[in-house]
Structure formats: C-alpha cells, structure tokens
C-alpha cells in the first residue's frame, strides 16, 4: 500500500514538473528587475540603426529597389534621425560633465601674481611672467 503510493507519487512527478515549469520560469522572468539603460546606450543606438538604414537604403537604391526619390526621401529621415540621436548625447555628455566648458580650457592665473590671464596669452598682462608653461602644465 505504502510503497505503490510513493510510486504513483514519483510516477507524476516529472510530469508534474513538466506542466508547471513554464509557469516558474515565466514567473523568474517577471521578477528578474530590467536593468536600468544607459540613456546613452539608447540613443547610441538610434544613431548606429540610423546610419545602417541608410547604408541599406543605398544598397537597395543601388540594387534598384528603391527610385532615386524614395532613397532620398528615406535618407533624409534617417539622417534626421542620426542627428537627433548625435544632439540627445551631446547634449548627455555635457549635463554629465564629462566635457568641460571651453571657457574652462582658457582661462588661466599667472603663476607670479594671480592674475587672470586673457584667454589663449602667453604673458601675463599685468606683471609678463610667462604663462605659456603654465598653460601646458595645467
Ligand atoms: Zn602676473
């Protein structure tokens, strides 16, 4: 009695997982977080889309697929598109930091007395030290 019932239970068993694997694995899935996107992943990756639609619209126009109008209009929206995507991650690149203002490249202070030197000078305008050196080192 006893023993049939193990049986009957490791019998099922294999089917039983079989039958309700798609609902753990679906569920694993579900909970598993997205992870979080670069802003600059994505919109690195309009410009590539972009720029591989037009070099397929140019292979089609070549290959006659596509009239010289239809490629140019195709080429122009694509290209829209890659500009937009190039001015999303400028515009990323700057709020991020990662590029310095240029007003923060030109200017400098003299080494001798501190003054503000005018932007891309190779003497001080108050004392003429010499900031050439300075503007290298720094
Ligand atoms: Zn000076």
């Known amino acids: 009695m006893?023993?049939?019932?193990?049986?009957?239970?490791?019998?099922?068993?294999?089917a039983a997982l079989f039958v309700l694997w798609?609902?753990?694995s679906g569920d694993a899935a579900e909970i598993e977080p997205a992870p979080a996107e670069d802003p600059r992943a994505v919109f690195?990756?309009?410009k590539q889309a972009a720029y591989a639609a037009i070099k397929e619209a140019e292979f089609d126009r070549r290959t006659g697929k596509?009239?010289?109008d239809d490629h140019e209009a195709l080429t122009a929206r694509y290209r829209q598109q890659a500009l937009e995507a190039i001015?999303?991650?400028e515009k990323l690149s700057v709020v991020k930091?990662?590029?310095p203002a240029p007003e923060v490249i030109a200017v400098?202070?003299?080494?001798a007395c501190g003054?503000?030197?005018?932007?891309?000078?190779?003497?001080c305008g108050s004392c003429g030290t010499s900031v050439a050196n300075a503007r290298a080192s720094a």
């Open 108 to 111: 400098r202070f003299c080494p």
């Open 115 to 123: 003054t503000k030197t005018a932007p891309g000078a190779n003497f």
């Open 97 to 99: 930091g990662r590029r």
């Open 66 to 68: 596509l009239s010289e």
């Open 22 to 24: 798609p609902l753990f």
């Open 87 to 89: 001015a999303a991650l």
């Open 2 to 14: 006893m023993s049939s019932t193990v049986i009957l239970i490791l019998g099922l068993l294999p």
């Open 44 to 46: 690195d990756r309009q």
